[in-house]
């Protein structure tokens, strides 16, 4: 019987992921901060974009906005409750859910942005509760606690990763010993599989899905280390050591490449993976690119990031991870995404929003304005859509017109 239901988890697995359906997750659709529209300004005025509408009442909290199917969803924390907020296109409040107690202590607030996939939204706030709710209404379909159930251990600022579903799977890391990792069915919360990994506690990060050969691969760095499962079963792939326990930037792949960044002091490096995907080996490994908390963007064969001591927004090489050229900076981090073309760079220590547009040689910049509020704490990362750039700070959420006319 298990074998039979084994198998009958692993078809609905690979049948679903046959037929993408579309999704509104953190950084985009492939978790890479690329966000690939056209039509959008590619100067802006000196005031910056005009902005469409603003709410400034969500509370606490470091959720982005996630877009879909004309509706704008994010978390805020209100008197250390979480809370869903809805919203037209328009800026319209279509309702507000309650979640449960979030995290209270240094930097209070939800951490992670929710998850929107066929009519359902997953989020795990910062003590560990998961839930999965109606996208529609906001009702909880199922919840739990994954450090109680899986006896995980949380960090020292609270839960912070971002649900990955992958057809019925739901990934998360509660970061037990013997749970290390744990996949759920994403309609019932039931467990697939858990596995051991590497029994190292979570770090802050976000893992991505990989295919290597046809074969999926779940990876995520932990305290002490890159590790990459099967997505099927939870098998341990391989694991690559690091040498800090803060790793917030999630890892890049791209045919049979990945790109990591090791912690917030260690620099970046570029691991081969094997064609049976099941070891690595390092390519380069460059100490000074170090994203920290805001990460990277990758075009083409160059990648756009920050070095924070050397306090430089740079762009290297993809083959080699040598500098090609940078920029100095007065701050960092900066978190970077892109829509392919232009970098929008947010300071998160002073709350301005740039414009860049990378050349061969060097950079232009295009623009800036300066986000509304305190000087401090910008972490959620921006979001384009539909020639929108949506912008979480503090309690408030801003929309700007970024489409040209």
């Not at 509370?59 to 979480?82: L, W």
């Not at 590497?198 to 770090?203: F, L, M, P």
């Not at 829509?339 to 061969?360: H, N, Q, W």
């Amino acid at each position: 019987m298990r074998l039979l239901v084994a198998t009958i988890i692993t078809i609905t697995f690979f049948i679903q992921c046959t037929s993408k359906q579309e999704i509104a997750q953190w950084r985009g659709s492939n978790r890479d901060g690329i966000y690939l529209e056209s039509n959008l300004l590619t100067q802006w005025s000196d005031s910056g974009p005009r902005l469409l509408w603003q709410y400034d009442s969500l509370g606490q909290g470091y959720a982005s906005a996630a877009v879909i199917s004309n509706r704008v969803y994010t978390i805020g924390t209100v008197d250390s409750i979480s809370y869903i907020f809805t919203f037209d296109t328009d800026g319209n409040l279509l309702w507000r859910k309650k979640l449960g107690l979030d995290w209270i202590e240094s930097w209070p607030g939800i951490r992670s942005t929710p998850t929107i996939y066929n009519g359902f939204g997953y989020v795990l706030n910062g003590l560990g509760d998961l839930y999965c709710f109606n996208a529609d209404n906001g009702d909880i379909i199922w919840q739990k606690n994954i450090l109680k159930v899986y006896n995980g251990r949380n960090l020292d600022w609270g839960m912070s990763e971002n649900l990955m579903i992958e057809g019925n799977y739901l990934f998360c890391t509660p970061g037990g010993i013997d749970n290390n990792v744990v996949a759920l069915n994403r309609n019932t919360g039931e467990t697939i599989w858990t596995s051991k990994g590497n029994s190292d506690t979570a770090a802050y990060c976000t893992p991505i899905l990989i295919d290597v050969r046809g074969k999926k691969y779940f990876v995520n760095q932990t305290r002490n280390s890159i590790i990459s499962l099967n997505a099927e079963n939870g098998e341990i792939a391989w694991k690559y050591p690091l040498s800090n326990a803060i790793h917030p930037s999630t890892p890049y792949y791209r045919d049979g490449y990945l790109f990591a960044t090791d912690g917030i002091a260690n620099g970046s490096m570029q691991l081969k993976i094997s064609e049976d995907g099941r070891s690595v080996s390092e390519v380069w490994r460059n100490s000074d690119f170090n994203a920290q908390y805001g990460h990277t963007v990758v075009l083409g064969n160059r990648i756009y990031g920050v070095c924070s001591f050397k306090k430089t927004f740079s762009c290297i090489d993809w083959n080699t991870g040598k500098e090609i050229y940078s920029d100095s900076i007065k701050v960092a981090p900066i978190t970077t995404i892109s829509d392919g073309r232009m970098l929008y760079c947010y300071f998160a220590s002073i709350g301005e929003v740039k414009l860049i547009k990378p050349t061969e040689n060097g950079f232009e910049n295009r623009g800036h304005f300066t986000i509304k509020g305190s000087k401090k704490g910008h972490f959620a990362h921006p979001v384009i859509k539909d020639g929108r750039l949506y912008v979480r700070h503090e309690n408030s959420l801003f929309v700007y017109d970024i489409a040209k006319k």
